[in-house]
């Protein structure tokens, strides 16, 4: 999780979304090839849990231009002893956080606010060959999902695997 610098007045603000040489400074020196952008109009819309496998695998940096959405990034690497686990925070147009998920990790998110924006960086192109998913409300993974009503879903997030059922391409690394 980031919260970088917003410098405010009565115009509004202006903040510095990304900068190489600060995020290497935090650890984080990926080279970002591709960014995204993605609407969904309705509150409780939830995408994921997604990823990509090696070669293609994809580290992301996460924020959300407007609205909110609760942002999830679930383990997959075989070895780890977090395999499995999840994190989740808000992200939203007014907190300007972002999430720094590492290749490795299945990605996905819930809006929380209408006409929400998610905007985010990718480490490497989109490689439909090499797309993966979990289910979402996979109870092994156990997402408490901040959702008062019933998920929005594509018909391809509806049918995703359980973790049970994957044979992840993901290890440890060092």
């Known amino acids: 999780m980031i919260e970088p610098d917003r410098f405010g007045d009565h115009r509004g603000f202006f903040g510095e979304t990304y900068s190489q040489r600060v995020y290497a400074e935090l650890g984080i020196d990926e080279n970002f090839v591709q960014d995204n952008h993605s609407l969904s109009a309705e509150i409780g ?20 231009g407007r609205g909110a959405i609760f942002d999830v990034a679930v383990d997959i690497r075989k070895d780890s002893p977090t395999y499995g686990k999840w994190v989740g925070y808000e992200l939203s147009a007014e907190n300007g956080a972002q999430l720094f998920i590492p290749a490795g990790f299945a990605h996905g998110f819930a809006t929380l606010q209408p006409d929400s924006e998610i905007i ?24 408490d999902w901040p959702l008062q009503e019933t998920a929005i879903l594509s018909d391809k997030d509806a049918a995703a695997p359980m973790l049970t059922d994957l044979d992840s391409p993901f290890h440890m690394e060092g």
């Open 120 to 143: 985010y960086k990718c480490s490497d192109y989109y490689a439909p060959e090499t797309e993966g998913a979990l289910r979402w409300d996979d109870s092994a993974i156990g997402i």
């Open 45 to 64: 819309t939830v995408r994921g849990l997604h990823f990509q496998a090696p070669p293609a695998a994809q580290a992301k940096l996460v924020r959300c």
